[in-house]
C-alpha cells in the first residue's frame, strides 16, 4: 500500500515552454501533497506543500507564478513548471501524506520526474 | 530550529561489512523519526520509522533506535550487500505550528557496497 506515482519520468523541453508533472496517490487518499526538487548529489529541496481544495502554500524563495500547483482531487496533484528555461532543469519529486489506511505522519514519495530544459 | 545532520559520505564498505550511518536531529516537540532511501534515478522510499522515544524501527535488516536523550537516530545494518547501495536519508517530522507535516531531511549519505 500507499503508493505515489508521477507522469512522466522524464520529460525534454525547449526553453520557454510549459511542462506539467502529475502526482497520484494509488491507493489512499492524499489530504496532502508536497513537492520538492534536487539537484545532482545533493538533500531535497521542499519547494510548495498543498492541502486539496486549496492554494498550495510555497516555500521561501520558490516563485509561485512560475511553479503552478494544483490539488484538485484527494488523489491529484499538478506541478506545471511556467516559461521554463535550462536552469529548471532538475529532478522533481512529490510525496503525499494522508488519512485511513495509511501513517498520516509518513510522506510515501513518487519515483520522480526529471525535468530537462533545453 | 528544526535541522537533521548525518554523517559525512561516501561510505564504502565490502559485503558483508557492519553498516553505521549516524544521524542527529534538533526538533521542537516530539517529532516522528524516520530513515529514505534512494536508488539511483529513483524517488525515495521508506525503509523505517520511530515514532516515540525508545522505538526501534526495522526493515530489511536495517534498524535505527529513536535516542530522545543523545537525539540521535542511527542506521544500522549488520552485513549489506551490494544491493544496498544507495543513498540514505534521515529525516524527522516537524511536530507543530506551521511546518506541521513537513519533513527536515539530512543531507543524503551515498553507500556504495562493493563485493
Known amino acids: 500500500g500507499a503508493v505515489v506515482s508521477q507522469h512522466p519520468s522524464r520529460v525534454i523541453c525547449k526553453s520557454g515552454t510549459s511542462v506539467k508533472i502529475e502526482c497520484r496517490s494509488l491507493?489512499?487518499?492524499?489530504?496532502?501533497m508536497f513537492w520538492y526538487r534536487q539537484f545532482p548529489k545533493q538533500s531535497l529541496m521542499l519547494m510548495a506543500t498543498?492541502?486539496?481544495?486549496?492554494?498550495?502554500?510555497?516555500e521561501q524563495g520558490v516563485e509561485k507564478d512560475k511553479f503552478l500547483i494544483n490539488h484538485a482531487s484527494l488523489t491529484l496533484s499538478t506541478l506545471t513548471v511556467t516559461s521554463a528555461h535550462p536552469e529548471d532543469s532538475s529532478f522533481y519529486i512529490c510525496?503525499?501524506?494522508?488519512?485511513?489506511?495509511?501513517?498520516?505522519?509518513?510522506?510515501?514519495f513518487g519515483p520522480g520526474t526529471r525535468l530537462t530544459v533545453l | 530550529g528544526n535541522s537533521v545532520t548525518q554523517m559525512e559520505g561516501p561510505v564504502t564498505l565490502s559485503e558483508e561489512a557492519f553498516l553505521t550511518i549516524n544521524c542527529t536531529y534538533t526538533a521542537t516537540g516530539y517529532p516522528s523519526l524516520f530513515w529514505y532511501v534512494q536508488y539511483p534515478g529513483e524517488g525515495l522510499q521508506l525503509l523505517l520509522k520511530a515514532t516515540k522515544a525508545d522505538d526501534k524501527g526495522s526493515n530489511k535488516g536495517f534498524e535505527a533506535t529513536y535516542r530522545k536523550e543523545t537525539t540521535s537516530f542511527h542506521l544500522e545494518k549488520g552485513s549489506v550487500q551490494v544491493s544496498d547501495s544507495a543513498v540514505y536519508f534521515c529525516?524527522?517530522?516537524?511536530?507543530?505550528?506551521?511546518?506541521?507535516?513537513?519533513?527536515?531531511f539530512g543531507q543524503g549519505t551515498i553507500l556504495t557496497v562493493h563485493p
Open positions: 498543498s492541502n486539496e481544495g486549496s492554494k498550495a502554500t510555497y
Open positions: 529525516a524527522h517530522s516537524n511536530a507543530g505550528g506551521t511546518s506541521y507535516g513537513k519533513l527536515t
Open positions: 491507493d489512499f487518499q492524499a489530504t496532502t
Open positions: 510525496s503525499a501524506s494522508g488519512q485511513r489506511g495509511v501513517s498520516t505522519d509518513t510522506q510515501y
